[in-house]
């Protein structure tokens, strides 16, 4: 057999081992997803997709070995409240819940959720607030809220606010999985859960429509803004403002109109929230 030959194909399978070696590792890293799915790209809560498809699920790439006996329910309540709805209120905040429950303790958690139309599968309401290590993330034309970093064993409920939409949307159905891994850096010998909450539209009488659109006529101005900012509410209200991170940077007493000195706050997005002893309503705000 020739000789060159001979080294030729030493070399290739000496640069394929060089490359199954790089890219093993790399493709367990991005599978695996400590930092959220969607941060990577993938959206992992099993939810219907347009053309009859679906979502994947975290079972498409993590393998079950050890059974936690993990289960997963999600669940959405009055805000403030530990009092659950079986059907939203049009453009009412609520608090959204999805909590795991195991036989066996992992070494720790992920999950994501979202909520989707059931008439057009498009995402639906607006999530705010999340839990401290998660975010909101959007990943094609669809909002999510997951884990930013692997979570405790201890911690097993993902929650969130979630502002319902508009009249007319009808039926609304949450999606979630949680993921239940044993902290070996990689996608074996972990197990995961899923969960759904369908829900329906409350049909409201004329006078609960127009409560609504009373409280929430909210006017922020300027917005975007870098200095003095004005609040004004068509009712009494009591107003605070969050970053993204879920942390308060104002409080207000019950008021209509208000002016605050956002100079000192970093740049960014807030979130402006207006509660009487009924409603509650958010509204973005951009410090420039």
């Not at 958690?109 to 607030?129: H, W």
């Amino acid at each position: 057999m020739d000789l060159c030959f001979l080294h030729t194909q030493t070399r290739l399978s000496m640069m394929k081992k060089w490359m199954l070696f790089w890219i093993l590792p790399v493709f367990v890293l991005i599978a695996a997803y400590p930092n959220g799915p969607a941060k990577e790209g993938a959206q992992t809560t099993s939810a219907p997709l347009p053309g009859g498809s679906t979502e994947y699920s975290c079972n498409n790439c993590h393998a079950q070995g050890t059974n936690y006996g993990v289960q997963a329910v999600i669940g959405l309540y009055e805000s403030g409240t530990s009092n659950l709805v079986t059907e939203y209120t049009p453009g009412t905040a609520y608090d959204v819940k999805m909590s795991a429950s195991t036989t066996i303790n992992p070494a720790g958690f992920g999950f994501q959720m979202t909520a989707i139309r059931n008439d057009n599968l498009e995402s639906v309401g607006q999530f705010s607030l999340p839990m401290n290590a998660a975010r909101i993330i959007a990943l094609n034309n669809r909002t999510y809220v997951e884990q930013t970093q692997r979570l405790a064993n201890s911690v097993k409920t993902y929650f969130a606010k979630w502002q319902a939409p508009q009249a007319g949307t009808g039926t609304v159905t949450f999606y979630g999985n949680v993921l239940a891994v044993n902290g070996n850096g990689g996608t074996n010998g972990d197990m995961t859960a899923k969960a759904t909450l369908m829900l329906r539209e409350k049909s409201l009488t004329s006078t609960e429509r127009e409560t609504p659109r009373d409280v929430f006529s909210l006017q922020v101005f300027p917005n975007p803004g870098a200095g003095n900012v004005q609040i004004l509410s068509a009712r009494p209200v009591v107003l605070r403002v969050f970053d993204l991170n879920g942390r308060q940077v104002f409080a207000s007493a019950q008021t209509q109109l208000i002016e605050i000195n956002t100079q000192n706050w970093p740049r960014g997005y807030y979130l402006i929230r207006a509660e009487d002893n009924q409603h509650t309503t958010l509204k973005p705000f951009v410090k420039h």
